[in-house]
């Protein structure tokens, strides 16, 4: 099969938007004009042989409106407003050749050692004109695009950014549709795949690559580091029953903290609770709650409950900090690895158990009870080493790897299924938790039950 790959970066504008990248925003003060193509335009194909590869080239392809007519007209001006650009860029100009239409109008080009700039000039239809810069190696196409913007005097500009020669999985189903491959795989062979309609944000955080989808079939999609964080189908029955299943076996929780959750969602479930006084929540990426808020706007209003702290650091440095301190720690965080690795120490459990009073509760999110049994079986025994109730319960989440994951449930005191509906207000409208559901999750089957027994009497 034919391989290709295109990639709309939407990280500049990102940056922009952020405030982080206080050197582009100068050279380009109207950044925030800018938008993307959409990927429903694109008809990405690749192979799954064909593994990530940086960009090979640069293009911009570039709107100017509002151009000054003058200066569109002429046929000389255009070329040296081209050559002041591509000398801007730090580009070599190789050869020109530029058309001046009769009666107004130009078209040209330069062909450059790094490719090329184009450009159409349409001066009766409001000062467009059409631009194309293409280039490899190490030119600076922001400064041309900030050289042509001044001189032509454009009063506005729209720019889709490509990097070209890039190549990254994307696939392309039978019939022409891009599809979001789910990045893990255990089975090797048995992918959830799910159609797109847009990539609507690729951000590289200094963490982890953060993408927002539109799908044809579970809304929008967040997926961080090519693993399916949420989705608007069935967020609902990760975020209720990672939160309500130790708030109501907690009978009076006045102070919790989430660690990771940096998109809100748990943080929204928990809000209802209004019996309690303090929320922390902690994420080691501001740029999560950043990408995820434009596109969830109820998770991102659950940061303005007054009752809320947000702090961006690592979750296992942040907990050393607190003893005795917490009702409740919730653990929303992504896969064991990267930033989230220590998130599976035993350090970083003596440590949340440092962190919780005496009749504390902790769960963390804990993987796939089909795919992640040996892992789960660990972090079981890990937890019963520290805690005196431990338990396993488990959700269903149709996009997550194998359509559900667990939680492990460790209490100092109360038990995770014997007194609930402490809090029973906070339980109206919901989608998935009820108290029969929170009981059920902790039955297991037969196959992790075991693995569970034999892991708790195997010696370490
Ligand atoms: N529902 C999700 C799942 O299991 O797929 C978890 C979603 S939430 C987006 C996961 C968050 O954990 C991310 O925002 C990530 O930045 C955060 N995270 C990972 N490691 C962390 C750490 N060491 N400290 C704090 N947050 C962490």
Same mark, same amino acid.
């Given at each position: 099969?034919?391989?290709?790959?295109?990639?709309?970066?939407?990280?500049?504008?990102?940056?922009?938007?952020?405030?982080?990248?206080?050197?582009?925003?100068?050279?380009?003060?109207?950044?925030?004009?800018?938008?993307?193509?959409?990927?429903?335009?694109?008809?990405?194909?690749?192979?799954?042989?064909?593994?990530?590869?940086?960009?090979?080239?640069?293009?911009?392809?570039?709107?100017?409106?509002?151009?000054?007519?003058?200066?569109?007209?002429?046929?000389?001006?255009?070329?040296?407003?081209?050559?002041?650009?591509?000398?801007?860029?730090?580009?070599?100009?190789?050869?020109?050749?530029?058309?001046?239409?009769?009666?107004?109008?130009?078209?040209?080009?330069?062909?450059?050692?790094?490719?090329?700039?184009?450009?159409?000039?349409?001066?009766?239809?409001?000062?467009? *004109?059409?631009?194309?810069?293409?280039?490899? /190696?190490?030119?600076?196409?922001?400064?041309?695009?900030?050289?042509?913007?001044?001189?032509?005097?454009?009063?506005?500009?729209?720019?889709?950014?490509?990097?070209?020669?890039?190549?990254?999985?994307?696939?392309?189903?039978?019939?022409?549709?891009?599809?979001?491959?789910?990045?893990?795989?255990?089975?090797?062979?048995?992918?959830?795949?799910?159609?797109?309609?847009?990539?609507?944000?690729?951000?590289?955080?200094?963490?982890?690559?953060?993408?927002?989808?539109?799908?044809?079939?579970?809304?929008?999609?967040?997926?961080?580091?090519?693993?399916?964080?949420?989705?608007?189908?069935?967020?609902?029955?990760?975020?209720?029953?990672?939160?309500?299943?130790?708030?109501?076996?907690?009978?009076?929780?006045?102070?919790?903290?989430?660690?990771? /959750?940096?998109?809100? /969602?748990?943080?929204?479930?928990?809000?209802?609770?209004?019996?309690?006084?303090?929320?922390?929540?902690?994420?080691?990426?501001?740029?999560?709650?950043?990408?995820?808020?434009?596109?969830?706007?109820?998770?991102?209003?659950?940061?303005?409950?007054?009752?809320?702290?947000?702090?961006?650091? @690592?979750?296992?440095?942040?907990?050393?900090?607190?003893?005795?301190?917490?009702?409740?720690?919730?653990?929303? *965080?992504?896969?064991?690895?990267?930033?989230?690795?220590?998130?599976?120490?035993?350090?970083?459990?003596?440590?949340?158990?440092?962190?919780?009073? @005496?009749?504390?509760?902790?769960?963390?999110?804990?993987?796939?009870?089909?795919?992640?049994?040996?892992?789960?079986?660990?972090?079981?025994?890990?937890?019963?080493?520290?805690?005196?109730?431990?338990?396993?319960?488990?959700?269903?989440?149709?996009?997550?790897?194998?359509?559900?994951?667990?939680?492990?449930?460790?209490?100092?005191?109360?038990?995770?299924?014997?007194?609930? /509906?402490?809090?029973?207000?906070?339980?109206?409208?919901?989608?998935?938790?009820?108290?029969?559901?929170?009981?059920?999750?902790?039955?297991?089957?037969?196959?992790?039950?075991?693995?569970?027994?034999?892991?708790?009497?195997?010696?370490?």
């Amino acid at each position: 099969m034919a391989q290709f790959s295109v990639r709309i970066n939407a990280a500049v504008v990102y940056s922009f938007l952020l405030g982080l990248n206080a050197v582009l925003a100068d050279a380009l003060p109207h950044l925030q004009e800018h938008r993307l193509v959409s990927m429903e335009s694109i008809n990405l194909k690749a192979s799954e042989e064909f593994g990530d590869r940086d960009r090979l080239g640069h293009h911009l392809v570039i709107d100017l409106f509002g151009c000054n007519p003058e200066k569109m007209k002429q046929v000389a001006i255009v070329e040296d407003i081209l050559v002041a650009a591509a000398e801007a860029a730090k580009a070599t100009v190789v050869a020109k050749k530029f058309h001046q239409f009769n009666p107004i109008g130009v078209s040209g080009a330069l062909v450059l050692a790094e490719s090329h700039l184009t450009i159409h000039t349409w001066p009766e239809v409001d000062g467009y *004109c059409a631009i194309d810069i293409f280039t490899c /190696g190490p030119t600076d196409n922001f400064a041309a695009l900030k050289v042509m913007q001044e001189q032509f005097e454009a009063k506005g500009f729209v720019v889709v950014e490509i990097e070209r020669g890039k190549q990254r999985k994307a696939w392309s189903s039978d019939d022409g549709t891009t599809v979001f491959r789910e990045g893990l795989d255990p089975l090797g062979g048995f992918k959830t795949t799910i159609a797109t309609t847009a990539l609507l944000e690729d951000v590289q955080s200094g963490f982890q690559r953060i993408q927002m989808y539109n799908t044809k079939a579970v809304g929008k999609m967040l997926v961080i580091d090519d693993n399916i964080q949420l989705s608007e189908y069935d967020n609902a029955s990760y975020h209720e029953m990672i939160v309500h299943v130790p708030m109501q076996a907690h009978p009076n929780p006045r102070k919790v903290l989430i660690i990771g /959750g940096g998109d809100g /969602g748990a943080l929204l479930e928990l809000n209802k609770y209004k019996n309690v006084d303090e929320i922390v929540i902690c994420d080691i990426d501001a740029m999560v709650k950043a990408v995820t808020e434009k596109h969830f706007p109820a998770f991102a209003a659950a940061y303005n409950d007054p009752r809320v702290r947000t702090v961006f650091q @690592d979750g296992t440095v942040l907990v050393a900090n607190f003893k005795n301190y917490f009702d409740v720690i919730i653990i929303d *965080c992504t896969d064991f690895y990267g930033v989230a690795a220590a998130l599976a120490r035993k350090e970083f459990y003596n440590n949340i158990k440092e962190a919780l009073t @005496d009749d504390g509760i902790m769960v963390i999110q804990a993987e796939s009870l089909y795919y992640d049994r040996e892992f789960i079986a660990s972090l079981h025994k890990q937890a019963q080493e520290l805690f005196p109730v431990v338990g396993y319960y488990h959700t269903l989440v149709p996009t997550y790897p194998s359509g559900t994951i667990g939680f492990i449930f460790g209490s100092k005191k109360y038990t995770p299924v014997e007194k609930l /509906g402490n809090n029973p207000q906070s339980l109206d409208d919901l989608v998935y938790y009820t108290a029969e559901m929170h009981r059920a999750s902790f039955a297991m089957p037969a196959f992790l039950k075991k693995l569970i027994a034999a892991s708790a009497t195997a010696k370490a």
